[in-house]
């Protein structure tokens, strides 16, 4: 079974996945943050990643 691409959605269900990982991203940068103000350093680089990650997906479907 193949996993939809964006291509596939409707414009509203497109407008919905982005604005749901707008959120997302917006709170990784919140988890980044806090963790630089004293948590473990990996706790970072994994939350770095993540918001990585999912700006590339944001990037992809806002094409």
Known sequence: MTQP???DM???ERR???RQLIIAFGLI???IELSASG??????EHAEAAR???GELVADLAR
């Open 10 to 12: 409707t414009p509203s």
């Open 29 to 31: 940068n919140k988890t």
């Open 52 to 54: 990585d990650l999912i």
């Open 16 to 18: 919905a996945a982005l």
């Open 39 to 44: 948590a473990p350093r990996q706790v970072a």
């Open 5 to 7: 691409t964006a291509s």
